[in-house]
């Protein structure tokens, strides 16, 4: 039994699944694998992604550390102008938006630094009646922010 034990470790080291030591962390091994019938599975997790952020009803979009929209679902176009336009490649401060939301430069400084911003916000919808929004800001890499709105009460 002893002989057969050593053999069975050697050529475990062999093949690189080394030696488990007691108390020590397991080592994880992750195998991938990929259907022939889909492209790859990175594309296809993005691509579901995007369709998801397409058809969020809430108001959400992707923005460089500048405040540009590099992305936004059709939601928040509606939203920030109003009918569904074509916002991506916008600053957020050349929305309506910047009347509502003063200091957008430092809340993105802020959320870059690592620490999510959650503002709330009053817009106008009609003459003497305002909403109160909750605004969100979260760091997704060094440089996108997502941007979210969603209402406080209905």
């Known amino acids: 039994m002893a002989a057969f034990i050593y053999e069975l470790k050697t050529v475990m080291d062999m093949m690189g699944f080394g030696r ?9 091994v992750v195998i991938e694998q990929r259907t022939s019938s889909l492209p790859s ?14 058809a969020c009803r809430l108001p959400l979009a992707l923005l460089t550390p500048h405040g540009v929209i590099v992305r936004a679902n059709p939601a928040f176009a509606r939203f920030v102008m109003g009918a569904a336009v074509e916002v991506d ?6 929305t309506p938006l910047a009347t509502a939301w003063s200091t957008s430069d430092q809340d993105l400084a802020r959320t870059l630094a690592g620490n999510p911003v959650r503002r709330i916000i009053e817009i106008d919808v009609a003459a003497g009646e305002s909403r109160r ?3 969100w800001l979260d760091a997704v890499s060094l ?7 969603q209402p406080l009460e209905l």
């Open 133 to 135: 929004l909750l605004l």
């Open 143 to 149: 440089d996108h922010i997502v941007l979210g709105v």
């Open 20 to 28: 488990r030591t007691r108390g020590g962390p397991a080592k994880r």
């Open 41 to 54: 599975a990175p594309n296809v997790r993005d691509e579901l992604a995007r369709i998801a952020f397409d």
């Open 89 to 94: 490649s916008l600053p957020v401060q050349s």
